[in-house]
């Protein structure tokens, strides 16, 4: 499944074959989550808005993925957690070429100097 909006940056990594891929959890690539669901894959991001968990170690039943820290439940089709559904989980770009599951890992944020990290953490202290 691809991702809506404009064509994004970054370089395509292999993730492997789209039949070796689990069905009961995810496979994490660079901080990107890959499940297999139905006939293809979904990509998300490897981080539960919670606190971070790994959702690529969740246990996925039925299209829905289980936190495995605190049990928070997404729908791997659009991302939303159950019961929640302004709780997101972003997707990213993912697709087969010739039966071989690849992501698109985006390029690393630009570096901060000291001096911005410090005024980014004063604009968010309140
Ligand atoms: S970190 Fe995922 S539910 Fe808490």
């Known amino acids: 499944m691809m991702a ?3 064509p994004a940056e970054g370089r395509w990594v292999e993730v492997g074959p789209l039949e ?10 660079e901080g990107i989550a890959v499940f297999r669901v139905g006939e293809g ?3 998300r991001r490897d981080a539960c808005p ?8 969740g246990r996925v039943v039925d ?12 729908d791997l089709a659009d991302g939303h957690r159950l019961g929640a559904p302004e709780i997101v989980v972003p997707e990213r770009p993912v697709d087969v070429v010739d039966g ?14 000291m001096r ?7 604009h968010d202290d309140p």
């Open 63 to 74: 299209g829905v993925v289980t936190c495995p820290l605190h049990w928070w439940r997404f």
């Open 41 to 43: 894959v979904v990509a």
């Open 50 to 57: 919670h606190r971070g968990g790994s959702l690529a170690s």
């Open 100 to 113: 071989v599951v690849r992501v698109l890992v985006p390029p690393p944020p630009p570096k901060r100097s």
């Open 4 to 6: 809506d909006g404009p």
């Open 116 to 122: 911005q990290l410090l005024l980014d953490a004063a």
């Open 20 to 29: 070796e891929l689990p069905v009961d959890r995810g496979v994490c690539v």
